[in-house]
Structure formats: structure tokens, C-alpha cells
């Protein structure tokens, strides 16, 4: 088996072929067009037996993973985090793409039990929206801070409510009683007003397309309690695919709820893990908060868990973990029965 290493870049892609025992025996650069995939595709064909480890950067490595899937080759994604540790260990001082892709490729055969590279679907369409609807919030909420600060200039005793600059009726009324003020400063509200009231539009029109993407995808999850379209969404676009983890405790150790093991002599102990995919941990929290306040289940768990002893903060971490079982396990129930349905619809 011949590995071939990627070391991705806007305008160039780098391989290098090692062989079981992690030996170099090739190298090349090509273009990062469809040209330069399938020079790469030509000059990898040497190599019968092979196997392409692409480090698992999305945005640079979508068009040539979805080409080599075309293609029918194998293709697995190598976490950034352990190419680090392969250069570390490396002979080669320094840092070049050749050395960068040689590390991905040692990293894949170091580690066997990566996840193999699928086309994405519709869970890419639902991580792309929900990133989009994230930075328009991120945009309107820059919007709404400048506008306050020019509100505040012209009037120190208007009293505006948090969330008011997101409504409609509000919003009007800025820029009527603004909008005849000569000053720049109220033209500048005039215009901060219109575009909070444009981004509002347009991450309700996003919120409604993610939720219509959401309901024939994740049944299972929606149901769960605490859990609404946009968490649900969240949750399905961090994951990409949740068939690619072994078991619960992977998909645990990936979104940062399973405890870090801490050994010293025959002494046995856990620490917080503050790793893990960050984005899917909050995701999880939001479920718990909710389940806290509204679902007796969850209630009752953190009663018990503190009558044994733990802190309210320990028991709130040992729900988040059994949150991340259930979620692990509706998650697989929904991929299941989305790839069934899919199944029998080209069979139709």
C-alpha cells in the first residue's frame, strides 16, 4: 500500500508517495485546478495499490477530494493536529510543503482508524447556511454597537431596549425621527437603521431555509427536547457525518464532553477537556440549558448526581456528557434512515 501525502494550498497542491514503512519514494507539485488534479491523478497512477491522506482543511481540499471520489479512489482525512506531532519526529529540520505533506502521510499510517472522506450532501448545504446566518449576525450586531454610539451622541437619554434594534417598528421610527437631521451623524443612523432592519430580513429568510432543510434530515434530533432547528442544523453540519466515528466515546472525545484520563503510578483520574470541537460543545450546552429549566428527566440527573456528592458544576458536565450519547445515537438513527430513503428512491 502506497500513501500519498497532501500538503493543500490555494494554488498548489503537494504530494508525496510513502510506502508501509513510511519511506519516501516520490514527490510532486501541481496546480490546485482540475488540470493539476489530474496531472497528480496521472502521476499517482503508477502506484496501483494507494491511498490519498488529504489533511482535512475543507475549503482547500473540497474540489480535489471530490474529484478523486469521482475518480473512484480512496481518500482519508488526516486531523491537523497530528501532522504536528509527525514533524516533530521527523529527521528533516524545518518547514516546506514537501515536508508538510510527507508528515499527513506518516500521520495516516500512524493512524489507521481515520475517518474515509464521503461526498458531504446536504450537510454541507446546512453547515454552509448556518455559517452564513452566523455572520450576518455577527455583521448586524457590529451594526447595532455603531448605531448606539450615534444614538447616544444625539440623544444621551434615548432609552433603547437590548434586543428593540431588531424589530421592524422600531427601526422605522429611527429613521423617521432622525432622517430630517442635517448632521452626519444622523444620516449615519439613518443608514446603520435600514441596514439592521436588511440583515434581520435576511437571517429570518436564512433561519426558515434552515429549518426546511433540517426536518427531513434530523427527525430524531428535532425531537429531542431542548434541542430546535437551528441547534439540530449546528449539530449535523460540525459532525459531517456521523458514521465516520467508531462509537459514542469517539464522538465524545471529539466534541470536548469525554473527561481527559490523567495516570500517575496506579492512581487513576480525570481532568476537564477543554479540547474537543468547541462549536459542538456549545451546541450540547444550549440542549442543557434548556433541559435544565423545562425537562424533569434532566432534572432529576442533576439532582441525584449532587446527592452523591458532585458540585453542580460536575453534574452539569456529566449530563453534557450523557447529551452527547443520546445525540451520538439520534444522529445515527437519522444518517440510517436519510441513506435508506435516499436507497430506495434511486431504486424507484
Not at 431555509?209 to 432547528?229: D, E, F, K, M, S
Not at 469517539?250 to 477543554?274: D, E, I, K, Y
Request: net charge positive.
Amino acid at each position: 500500500m502506497v500513501t500519498l501525502g497532501v500538503d493543500a494550498h490555494k494554488t498548489t497542491h503537494t504530494v508525496v508517495a510513502v510506502d508501509d514503512n513510511g519511506r519516501q519514494i516520490g514527490t510532486t507539485t501541481v496546480k490546485a485546478t482540475s488540470a493539476g488534479h489530474l496531472v497528480a491523478f496521472r502521476w499517482a497512477s503508477r502506484f496501483r495499490d494507494r491511498c490519498w491522506a488529504l489533511e482535512d482543511c475543507r475549503h482547500v481540499t473540497r474540489r480535489l477530494e471530490r474529484e478523486l471520489l469521482g475518480s473512484g479512489e480512496r481518500v482519508i482525512r488526516v486531523p491537523p493536529k497530528l501532522t504536528a506531532g509527525a514533524r516533530r519526529s521527523a529527521r528533516t529540520r524545518g518547514k516546506s510543503d514537501p515536508i508538510d505533506a510527507l508528515a499527513v502521510a506518516r500521520a495516516a499510517l500512524r493512524e489507521p482508524g481515520l475517518g474515509v472522506a464521503r461526498l458531504d450532501g446536504p450537510a454541507r448545504d446546512v453547515r454552509l447556511l448556518v455559517d452564513h446566518r452566523e455572520d450576518l449576525v455577527a455583521e448586524r450586531t457590529r451594526a447595532q454597537n455603531r448605531l448606539r454610539w450615534h444614538l447616544h451622541e444625539l440623544d444621551p437619554e434615548l432609552g433603547i431596549p437590548p434586543s428593540a434594534l431588531k424589530r421592524y417598528r422600531t427601526l422605522a421610527q429611527l429613521e423617521g425621527r432622525f432622517g430630517a437631521v442635517p448632521d452626519v451623524v444622523g444620516q449615519l443612523v439613518v443608514v446603520l437603521a435600514r441596514r439592521c432592519g436588511e440583515l434581520t430580513r435576511d437571517i429570518k429568510e436564512l433561519e426558515t431555509r434552515i429549518t426546511q432543510l433540517v426536518a427531513p434530515l434530523a427527525p430524531n434530533l428535532l425531537a429531542l427536547p431542548g434541542c430546535g432547528a437551528l441547534t439540530a442544523a449546528k449539530l449535523i453540519g460540525e459532525t459531517a457525518d456521523v458514521r465516520r466515528f467508531r462509537h459514542k466515546g469517539a464522538f465524545a472525545m471529539f466534541n470536548g464532553t469525554a473527561p481527559v484520563p490523567v495516570w500517575s503510578g496506579n492512581t487513576t483520574r480525570h481532568r476537564l477537556n477543554r479540547g474537543g470541537n468547541r462549536q459542538l460543545n456549545t451546541a450540547l450546552h444550549r440542549i442543557l440549558v434548556t433541559q435544565m429549566r423545562c425537562h424533569p428527566p434532566a432534572r432529576a440527573y442533576l439532582q441525584r448526581r449532587m446527592a452523591h456528592g458532585n458540585t453542580k458544576t460536575e453534574a452539569i458536565r456529566a449530563l453534557r456528557r450523557q447529551l452527547s450519547d443520546i445525540v451520538y445515537q439520534r444522529l445515527r438513527e437519522d444518517s440510517h434512515d436519510h441513506h435508506a430513503t435516499s436507497a430506495l428512491r434511486a431504486a424507484a
